[in-house]
Structures are given as structure tokens and as C-alpha cells.
């Protein structure tokens, strides 16, 4: 099974790459490509691992593609998405995303990975270390599972470390609650 990861290259998202480490037969792209290459990239691969920042609209490009708008994956994928058998989004509101396009995926809804949007979501006594340790604790369960099917990822990730540390950690809480499987149409 070929395996793209899809990354746009951001420094406040960079906790995310472990979930690459050790993965086999793996496409890893952070920036540089057209649409046109995307497209090419998104259909020769049988997995989709899109991680970043995004909205509703798609996972934001962050400046690092040649192309012209915010998205680097977007509805105009939709159909590629749908036909695969793993899809696995992080971005804030990625499950909105799913959703809305009717694609089968493990995805986050919004989900905190830094102070400003602790404070952006109204939280008031969270500090960077709180984060941090949600950011570290989400990647080693999600890490401990990636390998598995969309549906499986989510059931492991309710029973997880993460889902433990949620018990005690609000950021953590917040962004557990906001896990979800897509099962598309």
C-alpha cells in the first residue's frame, strides 16, 4: 500500500511528523507541487494522510505550493478521495471537510495545538505545556494506530493514552471530543 502524506511545511505543525517515521512505502510532500502534481500524487497512492492547518474549505497550503488559492487539498478532489480506501485527516475541521464532501476518513473537527487558539476558543488557564503535552500525547497514540483502518483508528484512539490523558487535561478534552470517523456516503 502506498501512503501519501500530505504536509505543508509550518512550524507550528511540525509535532505532527512522527506519524511518518517508520511508516513503509510513504510519499511525504511539504510543499513545492502544482496542482496538477498533487492530483497526480493523490491518485497513485492507495492512503491519504493530509495533516496541517485548515478550515471547512480544505487543508491550507500555508504558501508552500505553486498554486493559485488558500488550499492545497480541496473539494476539487473530492472524487479521488472518496474512491480511497484510507483517508486520514488533521486539520481544524477536517471532519466538516469529510462530511460535507462525503469522504470516508479518521478526522479531527477543531482541534488546539497552540496558545492562540486556546485563547481563540475561550481558555483561559491553559498553558503552552498543556498543549505541548496533548500535541505529544495525540501523535503517540495516533502513532501507535495509523496503520489501521479509519474506523479502527478512531475506536483505538477512545480507549487510548490520549483518551486517558483527556481526563485530567482540558486541552486535551477538548480536541479528544472532537475525534471523529466519517464513513462517507
Given amino acids: 500500500m502506498k501512503t501519501l502524506f500530505l504536509h505543508p511545511k509550518d512550524a507550528s505543525t511540525c509535532f505532527l ?7 513503509p512505502d510513504k510519499t511525504i510532500i511539504n510543499g513545492g507541487h502544482t496542482h496538477a502534481e498533487i ?12 495533516m496541517g492547518h485548515g478550515s471547512p474549505g480544505g487543508l491550507f497550503a500555508v504558501g508552500q505550493f505553486n498554486l493559485a488559492g488558500l488550499y492545497v487539498l480541496s473539494q476539487k ?10 483517508n486520514v485527516f488533521i486539520w ?3 471532519y466538516e ?28 488557564r491553559v498553558t503552552t505545556a498543556m498543549i505541548e503535552d496533548s500535541n ?8 501507535s494506530c495509523i496503520h489501521l483502518s479509519p474506523q479502527k483508528i478512531h475506536d483505538y484512539m477512545m480507549k487510548s493514552e490520549y483518551a486517558q490523558l483527556a481526563e485530567n487535561n482540558p486541552i486535551a478534552a477538548y480536541n479528544f471530543k472532537r475525534l471523529n470517523f466519517n464513513p462517507g456516503v
Fill in 17 to 23: 511528523s512522527p506519524l511518518h517515521d517508520n511508516y
Fill in 92 to 94: 481544524c475541521y477536517a
Fill in 77 to 86: 478532489h473530492t472524487e479521488i478521495l472518496r474512491a480511497k480506501q484510507k
Fill in 136 to 143: 505529544i500525547s495525540f501523535v503517540r497514540a495516533l502513532s
Fill in 97 to 124: 471537510f469529510a462530511k460535507r464532501n462525503c469522504i470516508p476518513a479518521f478526522c479531527t473537527n477543531m482541534f488546539i495545538s497552540e496558545l492562540g487558539e486556546a485563547n481563540f476558543m475561550g481558555f483561559k
Fill in 39 to 50: 492530483t497526480d500524487q493523490l491518485q497513485s497512492h492507495d492512503t491519504i494522510i493530509a
